[in-house]
């Protein structure tokens, strides 16, 4: 992020005026407490129903949230965890209320209304619209489904209702929800509108899981001032987390314990390295499963690095006693544009035994599932698995893409593109023609550059993508991704690049979406096109 960008952006966003409106979201967990999951609610005869509303708070530091409020009795809780399995069908009813959710709807900021086709309320996309996007889903882009390009949801109406059919050899795995309204897309994630759903049965192809109790986290992220790169809070489970050492959230494990943790990257911006230290010593996880797609082998690593948008899925040993035990995030560098992605503790791990867990579980009860018993497990092919013999797949197109940023003008904004080669690089507009056209039955190799001085991170939307290259090297390990971190650029020699394959022989995902970088700030300003697959 350069100065001029951040400049440019500070006079944008403080030239509104921030408006403190009802508290409507509910309170979240104090710091340094024991970190519960959320709330999690399944299918029930093949049909997930649940109704979300979206609400906006300012909290006391400033922060302001934006949360997925969720009915059950008289309480409201904050998003829950969407359990599913494979070919249940989604009844998700999203309705609006936002009202004044900091900048003011200032027609600066509306964003054009999607030409042509529209789904739901219509209207222009502004800072109080909304809609959902089913992040990893490997379902239709169509209306009521993962459509985000045209569906907007406007506070005051009765709310819009998805109908997602998962499909029945769906990865198992964790996936995640989030808003996507082009421009205004951060500015909802930044205030915690994110959870967690998870298509179940990860121990029909990751035995190692079976019997393990499971711990659901989300790590999002908030600016003070959202579109304002400057200080930011990461949060676990909602539960704000220290910049340095200091009162922590409390994750508790049993002596002894062997856990199933399964992690999303919510947050706008943040590549995270992820790291179990054992008096001061990275201990081994056992990694099964990325992005929600279970390893073809489980594997023995220290280092988990999840992108922005990114999920990692491990098996996690706990503490020996006494043992100073912490949940950290390393330091990531960005390159000369980038954000400082720093190093922090997330939690502090702690054996329910310990005196002080016992006091701190006074006020609290984890809430970990246990995953069905080993015995139960009867173990699926992978021939019929989404994305199955992709590797031997004969690709029928090479493409090459590449991101690259500029600036515009004198100590104007950067601007942030992302570009099929051989057209023009421009920033995304609601009515554009679709950038790259496919069809059904197409397998395609796309190699993506990074050109610019920043790390970006690369997403699809409806299908996740087998990893062969990176900077034209093979792959150790073909994993299937939905979102991959291109490394920054250093301003000479050859272009950091990925190479991986697209799967568009699934009928289901016909029709137009997207692929964009996942720093949710630089897809609000454009980093992002569209992809149409045709029938
Ligand atoms: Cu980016």
Redesign the pocket.
């Known amino acids: 992020m350069r100065a001029g960008l951040r400049c440019w952006l500070a006079v944008v966003v403080c030239g509104f005026s921030f408006v403190a409106s009802v508290a409507q979201c509910p309170p979240r967990p104090q710091s340094a407490t024991v970190v519960q999951d959320a709330l999690s609610i399944y299918s029930q005869n093949g049909v997930l129903n649940a109704s979300l509303a979206l609400g906006h708070s300012v909290d006391s530091g400033g922060y302001t949230h934006f949360c997925y409020k969720y009915q059950t009795g008289t309480t409201t809780v904050e998003s829950p965890t969407l359990r599913l399995n494979q070919g249940d069908r989604l009844l998700l009813n999203i309705t609006d209320d936002l009202t004044n959710p900091g900048p003011q709807s200032s027609s600066a900021m509306d964003m054009s209304a999607p030409a042509g086709a529209t789904c739901g309320d219509g209207g222009p996309a502004t800072i109080q619209s909304t809609n959902v996007h089913f992040h990893g889903l490997n379902v239709s882009p169509g209306c009521h489904q993962d459509d985000v390009l045209t569906t907007l949801i406007q506070p005051g109406t009765p709310g819009f209702q998805y109908d997602i059919q998962i499909p029945a050899n769906e990865p198992p795995g964790l996936y995640w929800y989030h808003p996507h309204v082009h421009g205004f897309t951060e500015f909802q994630v930044n205030g915690g509108a994110a959870g967690a759903l998870i298509v179940e049965g990860m121990e029909k192809y990751r035995p190692e899981v079976a019997g393990l109790p499971e711990r659901v986290f989300v790590i999002r992220q908030q600016f003070l001032v959202p579109w304002v790169p400057g200080p930011y809070e990461l949060t676990l489970n909602y539960q704000t987390t220290p910049p340095f050492e200091g009162p922590m959230p409390i994750i508790q494990m049993k002596p002894g314990e062997r856990q199933f943790w399964r992690v999303a990257n919510a947050t706008l911006q943040d590549f995270m390295p992820l790291q179990l230290w054992y008096q001061n010593v990275p201990q081994k996880l056992q990694l099964v499963a990325l992005d929600g797609y279970p390893l073809a082998e489980p594997r023995s690593v220290e280092t988990i690095l999840i992108p922005p948008a990114g999920r990692a899925e491990f098996i996690v040993q706990a503490p020996p006693p006494n043992a100073y035990a912490l949940f950290n995030v390393l330091a990531y560098n960005t390159g000369p544009t980038g954000n400082p992605d720093n190093a922090q503790p997330l939690a502090i791990i702690q054996l329910s035994g310990n005196a002080a867990a016992k006091l701190a579980a006074q006020s609290a009860t984890v809430s970990a599932k246990t995953s069905v018993p080993q015995a139960a497990v009867q173990q699926a092919s992978w021939d019929h698995l989404k994305f199955a013999g992709l590797k031997d797949a004969t690709p029928t197109t090479q493409r090459k893409l590449y991101?690259s940023e500029e600036f515009a003008g004198t100590n104007g904004p950067i601007q942030?593109y992302v570009t099929a080669d051989g057209q023009q690089q421009k920033v995304f507009e609601a009515n554009e023609k679709p950038m790259i056209t496919t069809h059904v039955g197409a397998v395609e190799d796309w190699t993506i550059e990074n050109r610019?001085l920043?790390?970006?991170?690369f997403h699809i939307h409806q299908l996740h993508f087998m990893m062969l290259e990176v900077n034209g090297q093979p792959v150790a390990n073909q994993d299937l991704r939905d979102t991959i971190e291109i490394p920054y650029w250093s301003g000479k020699g050859p272009y950091p690049s990925v190479k991986v394959r697209m799967d568009f022989r699934d009928p289901t995902i016909a029709g137009t979406f997207v692929f964009h970088?996942?720093?949710l700030?630089?897809?609000d300003l454009g980093?992002m096109h569209k992809i149409l697959v045709l029938p």
């Open positions: 991101f942030f610019a920043e790390t970006h991170a970088c996942h720093i700030l630089h897809e980093m």
